[in-house]
């Protein structure tokens, strides 16, 4: 009786470095010009297929009380509602290759308690590199434009121009920074 080889896969484990990651948002207010912020406080894990990235998963957390711009009103219950709803959750659903060091990955994205299925454009991961401390690492960065409303964020208030105060589309970029476990 001769038995067949199953081929091993290679996963290895990054977790997220905080201090060189960021995940930013930017969204038309006034319908005249793009309003950033960022969030301070990211918190991931990459389970990363290297023979395989299509294999692989990332789940991220994001604490929304530490949204940073320059209007606390994004706090309170007509937007991200942080002391109702304190995070903001990644859980990759599927990765796809699209291209040389491009992949799209679906997310389950919650926000405000409420679960859509994202995708995001990826450039990444690079190849691993050690950095001056004797770590690797490795990069990427994601974006997607999601719908606010879809998330329950519907506050909005009416111009004398006939415009409204905050646009509809949220454009989101993710640049981050993994170390290997």
């Known amino acids: 009786m001769s038995t067949v080889a199953v081929p091993q896969t290679a996963t290895t484990t990054w977790n997220l470095d905080p201090v060189h990651s960021v995940a930013e948002f930017k969204v038309k207010g006034m319908m005249l010009s793009n309003v950033k912020g960022q969030f301070a406080t990211i918190k991931g894990v990459l389970t990363l297929d290297e023979t395989d990235y299509t294999n692989s998963r990332v789940e991220a957390s994001i604490e929304a009380a530490s949204?940073?711009?320059?209007?606390?009103?994004?706090?309170?219950?007509?937007?991200?509602?942080?002391?109702?709803?304190?995070?903001?959750?990644?859980?990759?659903?599927?990765?796809?290759?699209?291209?040389?060091?491009?992949?799209?990955?679906?997310?389950?994205?919650?926000?405000?308690?409420?679960?859509?299925?994202v995708v995001f454009t990826v450039e990444g991961p690079t190849p691993p590199a050690k950095d001056p401390w004797g770590h690797t690492r490795l990069g990427l960065s994601a974006t997607t434009k999601i719908n606010r409303k879809e998330f329950g964020l519907t506050w909005n208030a009416a111009l004398e121009?006939?415009?409204?105060?905050?646009?509809d589309e949220v454009t989101i970029t993710v640049d981050v920074q993994f170390v290997k476990a």
């Open 161 to 167: 121009t006939g415009s409204i105060l905050v646009g």
């Open 67 to 117: 949204i940073d711009t320059r209007d606390t009103h994004l706090k309170s219950e007509d937007f991200f509602h942080v002391e109702k709803f304190p995070g903001l959750t990644f859980k990759s659903t599927r990765i796809t290759r699209t291209g040389n060091g491009e992949l799209t990955v679906a997310a389950d994205v919650s926000v405000r308690g409420v679960t859509r299925n």
